[in-house]
């Protein structure tokens, strides 16, 4: 018998890229599910009723949030949330920019739109002193 | 007195009882040996394992009598938790279990899959039962819900050493001129 060289079935290579699948799906389901795509809420007090909205942060929407001095324009886009025009005076939300992580929040507070990301705790510290 | 017991002398089911358990005493002492050298060669985590012990079990596959086989394999479990010195802890549920899953799985993949795999995908069967199982204990047993974080590397950890461990087996199996001495039965091509 003079073998030089194991001769790999088949069933052997089957049996390797099984295994290899089913390590795939363990770590998709594991690693997936702790990490849900955070959530953006927005509230506003417009026409006497509070109102609230969820929406996926990774989505992308332009909404006109009504408030008792307008519609506030928020865009949801790139994983980032924005408001884009608002009819109060000092604009205040709008300069506040995008935001994009869990915890942070935009208020137009004359028209009385809440905008706020809630989702699982970033791992980045709220802030570093140096 | 003593029977003179020519290897070939010994068929299918009749070879005598002393004889086969010294080979199942020798499997076993190279089974610790293994553990041993397992044992102090250094692992980044407690549960990234190489499995060394498990290459006379591949091999008694189809050497022993199923038995024989399951003795070896309690010999290996006893043996490597006294080593390892885990006998008296929840570690030696987790490789309890384990061991007799992965020995189950080989015995069951290897008859019926006979001839058509080498001892590689054989190996692989082992390592993925053994580890599945030892993860579902740990979940419901000791670490709860976060045991599956570590699920992919160990998991990926096991298959790449039990293709390793399996072809070095097949190797070991086709190339030995001992074997076929010891059991001319299995080597009669």
Known sequence: MTASRVRIRALDIIIFLFALIIIGLISLQTYARGRGTPEITISSAGQGTEQQWIYPLDGEATLRVPGPLGETVVVIKDGAVQVISSPCPEKICVKTGRI??????????????????????????????? | MRSVNSPAGSGHGGSSPPRIQRLVALAAAVCLFLASIEYVIPKPLPFLRIGLANLPLLLALDLFPVSHFFLLLGIKILGQSLIQGSLFSFTFLLSLSG??????????????????????????LGAMASNLVQLTLARYIVFGRSAWMIAPPFLLVGLISSSILGYLAQVYKERSTWLPKMFPQHFSE
């Open chain 1, 100 to 130: 994009s992580k869990p915890g942070q929040w935009i208020a137009c507070l004359p028209n009385r739109v809440f905008i706020s990301i809630r989702g699982r705790r970033s791992q980045q510290p709220d802030a570093v002193s140096q």
């Open chain 2, 99 to 124: 061991s007799l899953a992965s020995g189950l799985v080989m015995l069951a993949a290897r008859r019926l899959l006979r001839g058509s795999t080498t001892l590689i995908g054989i190996s692989i």
